[in-house]
Structure formats: C-alpha cells, structure tokens
C-alpha cells in the first residue's frame, strides 16, 4: 500500500543569476552531488512507497540554471501528474520551450512585484533582469501556463 502526498518536495543547491538580500548572504555553488541518477534514485524510493500529485522543484540558487534541468523535468514529468518548477523567471529562450513543451508542467515565477521598484531586492543593479521576468511571465502565459 502507498501512501498519498500531496506533493514531493526536491530542493537543490546551485548556482543563482540574481542578488536576492532575503534569500542569502553568500554565493553558492553547484557541488555536483545532484545528478540525474541521483535524483532518478531519491524519486524511485519515494515512488516506491508512497504517491505524489505534485512533484516540486526548486533550489537554494535557481533551479533553471542547473546544468540537468531538463533531463530532470522529463524525467520527472513522466512520474507525476504536475511538476511545479520554482524559478526566479530569468532563464532563457531554451527553458522556456522545455516548460511550454511539457503539458503537466507548472512553471511559478517568484516576483516580488510589477515594477522595478517593488523587485529591487531581487534585481539591484541589474534592472534588464526584472523586464526578462516580466517578459517570461507573460510568454508563459501566452503559451498556457497558469
């Protein structure tokens, strides 16, 4: 018998393209442990025992910027009926079709706000990266994402 959870939480530490003050205080970098066959391993034992609606990632760093990013979400959008990918918005034209491409998944921009102003935390000094935000946002939902 499994047993149901509403979702399965994959966290990763890598790297990160933004400067987030409430995120953390110093740069962290891809140590190399998460790897496909790592990953596929920890979602074979959860699987075995237990069932999941959800399969979420994300990461101490940005998660779309992990160099197994997408050999993972296929790998994880075979498994799952939705897998929410927690991103800052930033990545680039190649993320973006994998995420449109794949029906279940559920792309999550964490925005602090609309205007440069409220993002400021996020995008000091970079303020090209609040409107490649902007603009991921409203690709992903022109393309479907909700």
Avoid at 13 to 22: A, H, I, R, T, V
Avoid at 58 to 68: A, L, N, V
Avoid at 94 to 119: C, E, F, Y
Wanted: charged letters at 20%; aromatic letters at 8%; proline letters at 5%.
């Amino acid at each position: 018998m499994t047993r149901p959870y509403v979702y399965l939480d994959l966290g990763f530490y890598g790297p990160c393209n933004l400067k987030c003050e409430y995120c953390r205080s110093k740069i962290v970098r891809d140590d190399g442990r998460a790897t496909p066959d790592r990953i596929r391993r920890i979602v074979n034992v959860f699987c075995a025992s237990n069932r999941a609606a959800v399969a979420k990632t994300s990461g101490y760093g940005e998660i779309t910027m992990w160099r197994h990013f997408e050999t993972t979400l296929d790998m994880m959008a075979e498994r799952f009926p939705v897998v929410q990918v927690i991103t800052n918005g930033t990545f680039g034209s190649q993320t973006l079709d994998a995420m449109l491409s794949r029906p279940t998944v559920s792309p999550n921009l964490t925005i602090d706000g609309h205007t440069l102003a409220m993002n400021t935390l996020r995008v000091a000094g970079q303020p090209g990266m609040h409107a490649r935000i902007l603009d991921n946002l409203r690709l992903l939902a022109d393309g479907g994402k909700r």
